[in-house]
């Protein structure tokens, strides 16, 4: 991935599943600090631990809970 994505803050809407959760799977990589959103905390937090348990810093990922339609 291009340097550009190195080291970063990186906000992703839609991050409890699909495109969004792909990105934040792949992003992490690359000593980015995430925040994912989406509706579905119980689903953020399921990726946060499966990210940390996979020895990724929890510092790096913090969830935002939301509904952006509102």
Do not use: C
Not at 25 to 42: C, F, G, Q, S, V
Request: no cysteine; charged share 25%; aromatic share 8%.
């Amino acid at each position: 991935m291009k340097e550009i994505f190195r080291n970063k803050v990186i906000w992703i809407t839609g991050a409890s599943s699909g495109i969004g959760e792909a990105f934040a799977r792949e992003l992490i990589h690359y000593n980015n600090h995430l925040i994912l959103t989406a509706r579905r905390i119980d689903n953020l937090n399921s990726i946060k631990n499966d990210l940390v348990q996979k020895g990724y810093s929890a510092d790096h990922i913090h969830l935002l809970p939301a509904d952006l339609s509102e």
